[in-house]
């Protein structure tokens, strides 16, 4: 690969850290201030049946909020899955990555090619794609981001400090709470700056990033739509199960915030309860649709129901992991992020470590 351009990746020590949210933040920053990037995604995640040429859903849309061209978004080199991984083990697959990454041409007008990494320090390893090899194949400087849980994370930052060595500049924290953020800024950044691992910024957590569009529930659970099927772009922020008596539920749900519901398609009582609060879902197990009075006053609140065949357990769990992995793929998501990174992020500090001169501006 030339060296015209500076190689940024953008890594995490696990998976779901907001690495896609983060880069969509920055990239317009740095777009914002004249530079001309390029973004690159070695380690693809594709859903099943969906072919090697075709972009990751992830990519496709960094491209296009960020309005870059083809040349601007380098190809995908690899969907880890069983069967790639059986391919290698069985020394069936002897294609040379790191080659492959040399071969990405970068354009002599691009200033930052930014590279999302994959989930953690380790993933990518037997195909010679892991951060850490990465970042040497490519000659890179690597931000962190990671959620802040609690102080034990912090032997995982040394650890990968020690693993990435001089390519990693920074940490970027994402998703801290209120509580946490003072112990943060006055225990944990002082400690890693002294350690000289720079925190590049501090993102607080916001209900909106964690939460997901009916749309997306209707597709993971598999779920029919009974109506109002044109306010499927609501956003959910929380899951709520009904399943106590009517009085308790009015209390529970008068706490909750722009809510999927979940409870049982012959609990008409818990049903027409949760569509009078802040409710913008309502998940309905048990087989059968709902009587018509809670259908019509759906339909009058202009709240979609969804009628599942999995039992509510089940049904939990696909939500639940639905939270965990929201997407940004929802323009007001890439709005309030754009703004978060200008805000809590040190741009400015980043810049230096890549070494990066100011844009020529015509």
Do not use: W
């Not at 924290?173 to 000289?196: G, I, M, S, W, Y």
């Not at 597709?219 to 956003?235: G, I, K, P, S, Y």
């Amino acid at each position: 690969m030339q060296k015209a351009s500076k190689h940024l990746l953008i890594g995490s020590i696990e998976a779901f850290s907001g690495k896609s949210a983060t880069i969509l933040g920055l990239a317009q920053s740095l777009i914002s201030k004249g530079y001309r990037l390029a973004y690159a995604k070695p380690i693809g995640s594709y859903a099943e049946g969906i072919s090697k040429e075709r972009l990751d859903i992830d990519v496709q849309f960094i491209a296009e909020t960020l309005g870059l061209t083809p040349d601007q978004v380098y190809p995908t080199l690899l969907s880890i899955n069983p069967h790639h991984i059986q391919q290698k083990l069985l020394e069936n697959d002897s294609t040379n990555y790191v080659e492959q990454l040399h071969q990405l041409q970068t354009s002599d007008d691009v200033d930052l090619v930014i590279f999302e990494g994959p989930g953690s320090l380790s993933e990518g390893y037997l195909f010679d794609l892991s951060l850490p090899q990465m970042a040497q194949a490519l000659d890179a400087e690597i931000v962190l981001v990671s959620r802040f849980h609690n102080l034990a994370m912090i032997d995982a930052l040394l650890n990968a400090k020690v693993l990435l060595g001089e390519h990693l500049v920074g940490v970027i924290f994402n998703d801290v709470n209120v509580e946490q953020q003072h112990v943060l800024q006055t225990t944990v950044q002082p400690f890693l700056e002294a350690k000289q691992l720079p925190v590049l910024g501090v993102l607080p957590s916001n209900a909106l990033l964690r939460s997901v569009s009916v749309a997306e529930l209707v597709q993971q659970l598999q779920a029919e739509v009974l109506c109002c099927h044109e306010f499927l772009n609501l956003m959910v922020e929380e899951l709520t199960i009904g399943a106590m008596n009517v009085n308790s539920a009015l209390k529970y749900f008068q706490q909750g915030r722009n809510m999927a519901v979940v409870t049982g398609s012959d609990r008409t009582d818990l049903q027409l309860a949760a569509l009078e609060s802040s409710t913008h879902c309502l998940i309905l197990t048990g087989h059968f649709p709902p009587s018509e009075l809670v259908l019509n006053r759906a339909k009058d609140l202009e709240i979609p129901v969804l009628l599942v065949d999995s039992d509510t357990l089940t049904t939990v769990e696909i939500v639940e992991q639905a939270f965990q992995r929201a997407q940004v793929h929802e323009r007001i998501k890439v709005e309030y992020i754009q703004a978060m990174i200008n805000q809590h992020c040190d741009v400015d500090r980043l810049l230096t470590a890549l070494g990066l001169p100011s844009p020529v501006t015509l």
